[in-house]
């Protein structure tokens, strides 16, 4: 799970931590929650075929065996000007084929669109890194009544078989891509 907000007071980690604890009880699954807050990733990336500075290397040392060891991918996210945070964008950028053939479903929330045109356009960003987009979302609308000052949802059951059926499909297809890539190495 990836959480992409790293600004200060944000929501996403109350929405990352309910939707680990839910990961968690799914069988079959071994949940990473990578915090993009706590990877200092430059925004400067080096010309291509060039080495990143040090400071980068650092924190691509930190999250990149993250990502390849994954099957799949759920990304957490807000909507920030009809779109997705830089700092996810930064991190997208700075990988490549650790994205292949890999599933990403999308755990969203904020205002009246529930950060849904944010993952809208990330499934564009994710088609071009090769990676499948996972149809069903989770998506909080006015997503700050939505949690209580411990971080549970104020109404469990609908985002609760949200989540179900988000984890139902992501397990699907990283059971299967994972067979494929498997069986058949992915080359692009």
Request: proline residues 6%; contains cysteine.
């Amino acid at each position: 799970m990836i959480i992409g907000s790293v600004r200060e007071g944000r929501l996403g980690s109350t929405v990352a931590e309910w939707f680990a604890g839910r990961a968690r009880r799914h069988e079959g699954l071994d949940v990473d929650v990578i915090d993009l807050a706590e990877i200092p990733l430059p925004m400067v990336l080096p010309r291509f075929g060039a080495a990143p500075a040090v400071e980068a290397s650092r924190a691509l040392e930190a999250l990149t065996p993250r990502l390849a060891r994954a099957d799949a991918f759920a990304v957490v996210t807000p909507e920030y000007n009809h779109s997705f945070p830089a700092s996810l964008k930064n991190a997208i950028d700075w990988h490549d084929r650790q994205w292949h053939a890999k599933p990403v479903g999308f755990v969203s929330y904020g205002g009246i669109s529930g950060g849904l045109r944010a993952v809208e356009q990330l499934r564009l960003v994710f088609a071009e890194l090769h990676a499948v987009t996972v149809r069903d979302t989770v998506s909080f609308h006015g997503a700050w009544k939505h949690f209580d000052d411990e971080g549970a949802p104020t109404s469990p059951r609908s985002c609760d078989g949200a989540a179900g059926i988000l984890l139902d499909q992501l397990t699907w297809w990283a059971r299967t891509l994972r067979e494929g890539r498997t069986v058949r190495p992915y080359t692009t």
